[in-house]
């Protein structure tokens, strides 16, 4: 008895030893994230060049989201989901860049628990969000060219409110589904290889199978994307069909033309993403996996007003208006 009592004794002793060695992080105040460089100058040059890329996105967003408010010409289905489109992706790149600026001017690698989370979240709400309303644009095109005759009549401000929203809400819950499985999971490490709060670079922390149930909830998701990628195709064929009927070349190019901008960013947003979250994590560099964020997570939203505003008449007319009232109020 007295040796089974000493056995018990030497346990409790070896564990609470291992125990201290193993520290649990899940109830972590911070997380580390991952630094550009050890060198003080290349940081200060990191963060310069990423607020020239976040004041452009910004600032082009901003342009397309004041011409469509201020130019009744553009009060029109289209034009109402380009604008809900540039206000989600200036939300995409403040998710990211401003944090990463402020860390790199500050010589700091650190982001608060909750502000890990709310990158979680804003993250795919933003993203989910974007595809729903790039399928609903896609819907847009194709109701105006396949039924121009019923077109006001389908796409009224009442269903244009509601798709928007409806959009708007998959993209929240897409954003909740992803926090919730993502911080349930018990975290043996605090240090992020990314920077800023990635999913698949979090669940490498995990020391418990919970992260099996994120994993799911990212299946999940990319069936949403998925759904959506389809839909738009299917929605394209139809157009296509529908344009090579149109006897006049003019009128062709003129609806292709309606068509093009919209298909490069759905492109744009599905590969990128595609490149970063089902290609294999092991064995990836870290300069890869942060080549591979600033292409889905930054890209996207500051080519988007470049690709709209290039290949559109009615958006270049409405921002020349917006510059010529800018001068007549100086």
Request: with cysteine; glycine share 6%; proline share 3%.
């Amino acid at each position: 008895m007295k040796r089974s009592g000493e056995e018990r004794r030497l346990k409790g002793s070896l564990q609470m030893n291992l125990g201290s060695k193993m520290p649990n992080f899940t109830s972590t105040s911070e997380f580390l994230l991952l630094q550009f460089s050890d060198i003080r100058e290349v940081q200060i040059l990191y963060s310069f060049i990423f607020l020239i890329v976040y004041l452009t996105a910004v600032t082009g967003n901003l342009l397309i989201i004041l011409a469509v408010a201020l130019d009744h010409h553009l009060h029109t289905p289209m034009y109402f989901f380009l604008m809900n489109l540039a206000i989600l992706d200036i939300g995409l790149i403040s998710v990211t860049l401003p944090k990463t600026m402020a860390n790199s001017l500050m010589n700091r690698r650190s982001i608060s628990y909750l502000g890990c989370v709310a990158q979680v979240f804003f993250l795919f709400q933003f993203i989910g969000a974007d595809f729903a309303i790039l399928t609903v644009m896609a819907h847009d095109r194709y109701v105006a060219i396949c039924n121009p005759l019923q077109y006001e009549i389908i796409m009224h401000r009442g269903a244009c409110i509601q798709m928007a929203a409806s959009a708007w809400i998959a993209g929240i819950f897409d954003g909740m589904l992803q926090t919730g499985g993502t911080f349930a999971i018990t975290f043996c490490s605090n240090m992020i290889d990314q920077f800023f709060c990635e999913i698949p670079q979090m669940l490498k922390l995990s020391c418990t199978d919970l992260y099996l149930v994120e994993v799911g909830l990212m299946i999940l998701t990319l069936f949403f994307v998925l759904g959506c990628f389809i839909f738009i195709i299917v929605s394209y064929v139809r157009i296509f069909e529908a344009v090579l009927k149109i006897p006049s070349v003019h009128g062709q190019k003129k609806a292709i033309s309606t068509c093009l901008p919209h298909l490069t960013v759905v492109s744009l947003l599905t590969f990128t993403g595609i490149f970063a979250y089902l290609r294999p994590q092991s064995y990836i560099s870290s300069d890869l996996n942060v080549l591979s964020a600033i292409i889905y997570a930054i890209i996207p939203p500051l080519l988007n007003p470049f690709i709209y505003s290039m290949r559109n008449k009615e958006i270049k007319t409405a921002l020349l208006k917006l510059f010529d009232l800018g001068s007549i109020l100086k």
